[in-house]
């Protein structure tokens, strides 16, 4: 009898494509799911499908025409992508930026990190099933889009930075806009949390799955949000400071747990702390001039540079190996989100289809950063 | 009032033919009439529900096709009808097409059941809510047929998780409903109803009937397929579930079969706990369509309550979904049987 029953129960293995067009996978991401009924025995990522070669592009261009193809990585931090760039370049060539620009480029850098963290809670919401989230992120996002409108004229691919300082001046509702943004979130974050982290469905949904423990966290080079969710000490702007980030005080997350939940709980707290940083400039935006003067052609010294920041999704890493010319010999874009993509396997394995997506969420992926 | 409408109605047919084909001509005008409030239900749900999401998401909502937006759906079901019937190639053509129907005729089939009033109710047994709920459980087969004849391993999934869901939370609906049933001692829905006018079930029957509502409520979500439980489709993980395949009119057939579901649901909950066509001050009598009435407010309002769910919980997972039922809801409901009956027994009902 047994025999029979097990002959005739056996179940099958099975391959699901999910993806390049599926709602979870945020862009054309594709994932081959090998699954046992719902429970997942393997991820495979297929990537390359919005693949635009822009590092090679970037060989063609001057170093000037570079920053604004670094706004089509990840198009959520592209102040901070920008940035990156602008100081490998002012490094290079030791051009010395007014604190001013320094200031600013801080304010905006949070600005933006606040913006993309609120969208990835909207979608977090959405992944796991609460619809309502999306539009209260975007309540959020619109005030500070509206802000960045009124300072460069665009609210998502900025283009703000330039080699030397800031495109545009500060406008003078920039102090009392972002003034207005800080009272007014501050009202919402514990409205998030209602609505969300305290939650008990949504609890339960992240408490212990995907869990990646330190060590694993560091072999597989994880970074920002993501890591620190497994209690990895890496933000940049602690490492390494850069623009004001030196003088500015604030906490770096930490969450030892390593499950879906810190990782949430890590980019929850983090906008508070991208709160008390723009607290802490806002009124203290020192005077002076937003843009230092370049030469008209800017041409690396030979060598090798390297310039880390530290985006809404991890450590951004920009690589230039220079020969002298006008164009970059090679330049080498480090997306935080390719890193933390490939340790969802490990993290996926043996739990649901559901849970997948919550992991995939929770990792925080925008696919044109990992696909360039 | 509504008696001599149907009365006149009556007798001028009689003027007309012989006894036989006005019998039979009055059974297919009220199908007709049942076909039309389907429709105009599901159309009227829809909006309904796009403006309270709209409510609830600091956005408006359809506000342009007609008064507050209100034949915005009209236009999408005229939209759907003139679509094109797609369809996979390897799926089971057979299964595929008849599918539908099984969602749509189980949820007219309940709908004849549901008193609107006193007077309007197409089909009055005496196993009434045995019957609501057996029907109900037919609806479920179309959803599982969908699921597994599409050739789709996302409405494959979904159907999967339709059965594990259906086979599981059908108990507690029964249960909860049983457990109203030992307190009125009946199974007619309109007994149901007037056995209430000395005071709503939920109140006589206390603190089991409080518990037996909590679990109704819960379970019922589960039924009509909604957030939190709305694996069946979970858009974030299988796209559209089990639906995913179906277009035009086959899929607004399921579109609209889930609201209809989600207000027989709402109306089962109104005649065992809320007094059905009832008025909350006891004049129902005296005013002409005051039972249409207070019933559709009854059952507005527990329909924006599961609305409120939807637009608030996130999504259970699988093992979760099995876990409070089988692990919590079942073993309450057990207990709540037993002290329903005590109660009855000793008389501490109000």
Sequence with gaps: MEEFLTDRLKTQEYFLNMGPQHPATHGVLMLLLKLDGEIIQNVELDLGYIHRSIEKMCERDTYKQIIH??????????HMNNEAVCLLVEDALNIEVADRIKVIRTMMSELSRISSHVLWWGVMGMDIGALTTFMYGFREREMINDIFEETCGARLTMNY?????VRYDLHENFAKRVKDFITHFRKKLPEYDKLLSNNIIFQKRLEGIGYISKEDAVAYGLNGPTARGSGVSCDVRKIHPYSAYDRVEFEEILFPEGDSYARYRVRIREMWESLSILEQLVDKIPEGEHRVKTKAVIKLPEGDFLQRVESARGDFGVYVKSDGQKFPYRLKFRSPGFANLTALNKMAKGLKIADLVAILSTIDIVVPDIDR | MILNIFTDIHNLLLGLMSAKAVHITELVLIGVAYLGIFAVLGLFLVWLERRVAGFFQLRLGPNRVGPSGLFQT????????????????????????????????????????????????????????FFLISVSSIGVLGIFLAGWSSNNKYSLIGGMRTGIQMISYELSVGMAVVTMVVLAGTLQISEIVELQKSGWFIFTGHIPAIIAFMIFMIAGTAESNRVPFDLVEAESELGAGFHTEYSGMRFAYYFLAEFVNMFII?????????????????????????????????????????????????????????????????????????????????????
Excluded: C, H
């Design chain 1, 69 to 78: 193809l670094t706004d089509r990585l990840d198009y959520l931090s592209s």
């Design chain 1, 161 to 165: 930075n330039v080699i030397g300082g």
């Design chain 2, 74 to 129: 009209i236009a999408d079901a005229l939209k759907l009808v003139s679509k094109e019937l797609t369809g996979t190639v390897k799926a089971d053509k057979q299964l595929y097409k008849i599918a539908p129907y099984f969602v749509i005729t189980t949820a007219l089939m309940a709908m004849a059941l549901i008193p609107f009033s006193q007077e309007i109710q197409a089909f009055d047994i005496n196993i009434g809510v």
């Design chain 2, 266 to 350: 709402a109306s089962i909950a109104v005649v065992l706990f809320f007094g059905g066509w009832l008025s909350p001050f006891g004049i129902t009598d005296a005013i002409p369509f005051a039972g249409l009435f207070w019933f559709t407010v009854k059952v507005i309002a527990v329909i924006f309550i599961f609305m409120w769910f939807r637009w608030t919980f996130p999504r259970f997972r699988i093992d979760q979904l099995l876990t409070l039922e089988w692990k919590y809801l079942l073993p309450i409901n057990m207990v709540n049987i037993v002290l329903m009956a005590l109660m009855v027994w000793l008389g501490l009902t109000f």
